[in-house]
């Protein structure tokens, strides 16, 4: 295999692969036979009558404002040329020949689903950028398997997809536009403007998982399915790196992985703030680690689950040297768990962000059942947290949940975190909570210790919460 991916070989075969790899980008410049690949769709923004809404920071709040959401959207259409079937057809070339490196050089290209297949390379130069066209069309994003809360079924395909593929990477220091905000793309978190809203099909695609309906039969169409897609698609694949890049504005979670091992995120820069932007979403992957990334965005840094339908494993889960300056949690286990999420670390990472909610949140649907093997946090500095630093829920109703070890040391804030509790703890007589371990936690501004804690195996050593050392707590009755 030549490009990137070459683990052994002379400095003269990596050039000559540079070269020809080179060459081959310029098939985007419109300089070969490849550019009749290139084809004009329609790209359409919408605006409102009154124009950009005023009322809180919160855009999620514009739901309630009954006179502003019953206004239609005004749409604006044009033309622009989209590269995306000539950047799938020059990677797939290189696929099929062994492999390689497409270099996107610099200048703005519009694109649309792009599949990135083995042992591929697709770098992006400083100052290249892809913008992907807001389109209903399925010819730009055709239906595709893709998993949602824990769910199977055909909907509109991920802006770019790694599938059933292995040794691809998507590297290079450029930027990638999900062009995802309150009017464009998807205005349908909450049915805003008159659109379906996005709750409804999920409680579709519940109840059709409940009453048997095979997933390739749970179809959602593009022109009106209302489950927002993620900006990368990662299904089924191994050894996939992401480096380097800015990725923003993104329709859904940033990074969304399901049945894939050895993946690896490092260097990139994430700013989106759509409602309920996940960066990285976990369901059934091993070996996973991100590390050197700046995260700004609604959601949760890290999302891990295992199964849903079936039963799957998330393990070998390593964060380190990351900087969170936005959303509402850092890790958030849950709410899809059937199986196990085991091997979990936070090492020297830095939460900064001020309106956050929490550090740790395992938070179960219904019927959860599974196990939570050893949680480690270690390190870091902590800035805001509104509510419990650590909040634990194991009530699942039904099902029954193991949460063996969790361990936490040198976590310090600076200054008054401003959090609601340290540490709340709540388990139901089906489950287990098994061993939790502080040591050299200094937390300032915290309101209160434990708000609600159930019987278990706590240590602590050398914590000390607002100045004083916490050597004991009360246990719940």
Request: a negative charge; glycine letters at 10%; one cysteine or more.
């Amino acid at each position: 295999m030549t490009g990137e991916f070459a683990v052994t070989g002379e400095k003269e075969s990596l050039e000559k692969a540079e070269r020809s790899v080179f060459q081959r980008c310029q098939y985007l410049l419109g300089k070969t036979p490849f550019e009749r690949l290139a084809e004009a769709r329609v790209d359409v923004s919408y605006t409102h009558p009154q124009g950009e809404w005023n009322g809180s920071a919160d855009l999620s709040a514009v739901r309630y404002d009954v006179s502003y959401c019953r206004q239609a959207l005004i749409p604006h259409k044009r033309r622009v040329t989209d590269y995306a079937p000539v950047i799938n057809a020059t990677l797939q070339t290189l696929s099929e020949e062994g492999g390689g490196t497409l270099i996107i050089p610099e200048g703005e290209y519009y694109v649309s689903a792009l599949r990135l297949p083995s042992h591929t390379c697709l770098r992006l130069d400083p100052f290249a950028t892809l913008r992907f066209i807001r389109s209903n069309e399925e010819q730009a994003y055709p239906l595709t398997l893709r998993r949602v809360a824990g769910y199977d079924c055909l909907a509109r395909s991920p802006l770019i997809s790694i599938e059933n593929a292995g040794e691809v990477a998507l590297t290079g220091t450029g930027l990638i536009d999900g062009r995802a905000s309150l009017f464009d793309y998807h205005p349908v978190k909450y049915g805003l403007f008159g659109e379906p809203c996005e709750e409804q099909d999920l409680k579709r695609l519940r109840t059709w998982a409940s009453e048997g309906v095979a997933p390739l039969k749970r179809v959602f169409p593009v022109a009106r399915g209302t489950l927002r897609p993620p900006l990368i698609g990662i299904r089924n694949a191994h050894h996939v790196s992401l480096d380097g890049l800015k990725l923003r504005h993104s329709p859904w979670h940033v990074i969304d992985a399901c049945d894939s091992h050895h993946l690896r995120i490092k260097s990139l820069e994430i700013g989106s703030l759509l409602f309920d932007n996940d960066a990285l979403t976990l369901n059934n992957c091993q070996k996973v680690s991100v590390e050197e990334t700046r995260f700004k965005i609604s959601g949760t840094s890290f999302v891990l689950e295992a199964g849903g339908e079936t039963e799957g494993h998330t393990e070998n889960f390593y964060a380190g040297d990351n900087l969170v300056e936005g959303g509402c949690a850092v890790l958030s286990i849950g709410p899809c768990l059937k199986g196990s999420v085991d091997k979990l670390q936070l090492n020297h990472n830095h939460y900064l962000s001020p309106d956050a909610k929490h550090l740790l949140k395992v938070c179960l649907a219904p019927g959860a059942s599974g196990k939570i093997g050893e949680l480690s946090v270690d390190g870091g500095e902590l800035r805001g947290t509104e509510g419990a630093l650590i909040d634990i829920d194991l009530r699942t109703g039904r099902g029954a949940v193991r949460f063996d070890k969790l361990s936490v040391s040198h976590l310090h804030s600076a200054g008054d975190c401003g959090a609601g509790a340290a540490l709340k703890v709540e388990v139901d007589d089906a489950s287990q909570l098994g061993q939790l371990n502080f040591e050299g936690v200094r937390l300032y501004g915290v309101r209160e210790l434990c708000p609600a804690l159930t019987r278990c195996a706590l240590s602590l050593r050398e914590v000390f919460i607002n100045g004083r050392e916490v050597r004991e707590v009360r246990f719940k009755d």
